[in-house]
């Protein structure tokens, strides 16, 4: 049996390209324009923007829960 993804509530990471896992859901951070964004999808497969601070809120992950 393997332990569960560790949830983290610091801030994400600040490196551009990084993927995150989040509520079941891979996050990469995008740092156009100097304002750096966590896009992914939505539930119903659209594109959604996730600050650091709202990511850090929902909880992240470097590996996707199982």
Do not use: F, I, K
């Not at 551009?16 to 324009?33: D, K």
């Amino acid at each position: 049996m393997q332990a569960p993804a560790r949830r983290h509530t610091t801030a994400p990471p600040t490196t551009p390209c990084t993927v995150v896992w989040s509520q079941g859901r891979p996050y990469v951070l995008e740092s156009a324009a100097g304002r750096p964004r966590w896009m992914g999808m939505d539930r119903h497969g659209r594109p959604q923007a996730l600050t650091g601070d709202e990511l850090r809120r929902r909880g992240w992950s470097y590996h996707r829960a199982r």
